[in-house]
DNA sequence: CTAATGACGCTAC
DNA sequence: CGTAGCGCCATTA
């Protein structure tokens, strides 16, 4: 499961890392986008994120398609990160998967409900 | 070094 | 919308 990176590489995760934690609430993110970011390939932010330490808000990371791609490994934690997501107000479409306009990467903002659901 | 796999991405069918 | 193929970076056999 948790495969420990090579030294050179876990700097990479570590950018990787650095770069989730700047993703602003209510916002998500594909692992392309912070593949192409941080420098790396979109497997390798999702080989990094296998192994994220606490404090890293991974669940805001997504397919560019907007599925959890979690969910063909590990159902429970697609669960977990739909439950997180919808906390943070981002809202998912009956084949659970975010909406285009919540990627950071859209000028769109999100529709800020603003009514304290 | 080559082959296979994985929280991926895009194109083609 | 679904699957298949190729490319991508990193790890492991």
Same mark, same amino acid.
């Given at each position: 499961m948790n495969r420990e990176p090579a030294d050179a590489s876990e700097r990479q995760a570590e950018a990787v890392y650095a770069f989730v934690r700047t993703i602003?609430?209510?916002r998500v993110l594909s692992y392309g986008e912070v593949g192409q970011a941080v420098g790396v390939g979109a497997r390798a932010v /999702?080989?990094?994120l296998s192994f994220c330490p606490e404090g890293v808000p991974w669940q805001r990371v997504v397919g560019a398609d907007g599925y959890l791609r979690i969910a063909k490994r590990s159902p429970h934690l697609k669960a977990v990160q739909?439950?997180?997501l919808e906390d943070e /107000?981002?809202?998912?479409d009956d084949r659970d998967r975010v909406e285009r306009r919540f990627f950071l990467a859209e000028e769109d903002g999100p529709p800020q409900t603003t009514l304290g659901l």
């Open positions: 602003p609430p209510g /999702g080989w990094a739909k439950k997180l /107000g981002v809202m998912l």
